[in-house]
């Protein structure tokens, strides 16, 4: 029986968050919601615990989608809303993930203001916004703001993209310009 391991990530909007994770092969599970963590960053923040099976998908992996895939070098106006963190559900899992926002950095102009937290609490989403964007494709949010998201995940992640679900997208013929797009 296969092991999963669960991480939880902020950033930008739950919506845009969840869709991304959600559209990755060896990711079961996004719980969309609320995580806080400890002293003051224990106020709840927009995020997603995910679900995944390292044997298919490493944590270095999400690690490095979730940076580029929100703004993760700007410290905006919202991020008591929109924090940029990991949250670690362990000591040792923390430990892993400032070791990986270190070899990362240097894919960025810009120093990453995402932070490594210890998970503390979560609340989840009303179940009528739970699965935003596979529910609703085709409203302006989620062309604006997740489907170029998901368009940059098949093309530079395309070995960790789930095709299947990301089929609807291939059709189209449009060229989005993802970086001015990419979020919170």
């Not at 559209?23 to 806080?36: M, N, T």
């Not at 703004?71 to 362990?90: D, E, G, P, Q």
């Not at 990986?100 to 894919?107: A, D, P, R, V």
């Amino acid at each position: 029986m296969k092991e999963l391991t669960q991480i939880a990530f902020g950033g930008g909007c739950h919506w845009c968050t969840e869709a991304v994770f959600q559209s990755l092969i060896g990711v079961s599970k996004v719980e969309q919601g609320f995580v806080a963590s400890i002293d003051e960053n224990s106020g709840f923040s927009e995020a997603v615990i995910v679900h995944f099976d390292a044997a298919k998908i490493s944590l270095a992996v999400l690690i490095e989608i979730h940076l580029h895939t929100h703004k993760s070098t700007i410290n905006h106006s919202m991020r008591a809303k929109y924090r940029s963190a990991v949250y670690a559900f362990s000591e040792a899992q923390r430990h892993v993930v400032k070791s990986q926002l270190e070899l990362l950095q240097f894919q960025f102009k810009e120093k990453l203001v995402t932070q490594v937290l210890p998970f503390e609490r979560f609340k989840a989403s009303r179940e009528q916004i739970q699965n935003y964007y596979y529910s609703n494709t085709t409203k302006p949010f989620c062309e604006r703001f997740i489907t170029p998201k998901l368009k940059m995940l098949m093309s530079k992640y395309s070995k960790y993209a789930n095709h299947n679900k990301l089929k609807h997208l291939k059709n189209e013929q449009q060229e989005t310009n993802y970086s001015k797009y990419q979020g919170s």
